[in-house]
């Protein structure tokens, strides 16, 4: 058990090591100034959302396929919804139990 600790604390301490190594070198040999590289990230960030959006939206080829997965999610989320309510409902039921059993005790 003691040699799995030090294991895991070698580890933590390896991967903030290199956590701080990498964003030392990173600072000091990267190609662009700050402000233009935050340009370059937040363009690539707006090109993903819209590609997103474009997928998200989608073409009319790609209705059938976006009308099947969201009738599947609705399916999924609906099951999800009953098997919780039956879950609540017996954790309830168990509960009544619990404090019919210790009103009984105490009587």
């Known amino acids: 058990m003691e040699q799995q600790d030090k294991f895991y604390k070698g580890l933590f301490?390896?991967?903030?090591?290199?956590t701080v190594g990498g964003t030392l070198m990173?600072?000091?040999f990267a190609p662009?100034?700050?402000?233009?590289?935050?340009?370059i990230i937040s363009g690539k960030v707006k090109h993903a959302i819209d590609k997103a959006a474009e997928y998200y939206e989608g073409g009319?080829?790609?209705d059938a396929y976006s009308n099947e997965a969201k009738k599947r999610s609705q399916d999924i989320i609906t099951?999800?919804?009953e098997e919780a309510k039956k879950i609540?409902?017996?954790?309830?039921?168990?509960i009544?139990?619990?404090?019919g059993h210790a009103k009984a005790e105490e009587n």
């Not at 662009?32 to 340009?39: A, D, F, I, L, P």
């Not at 609540?88 to 168990?94: F, G, P, Q, R, V």
């Open 88 to 94: 609540l409902d017996e954790a309830n039921s168990i």
């Open 60 to 62: 009319e080829n790609d």
């Open 32 to 39: 662009y100034k700050g402000s233009e590289t935050q340009q």
């Open 79 to 81: 099951t999800a919804r």
């Open 26 to 28: 990173g600072l000091l």
């Open 13 to 18: 301490f390896g991967a903030m090591l290199g």
């Open 96 to 99: 009544k139990d619990i404090k």
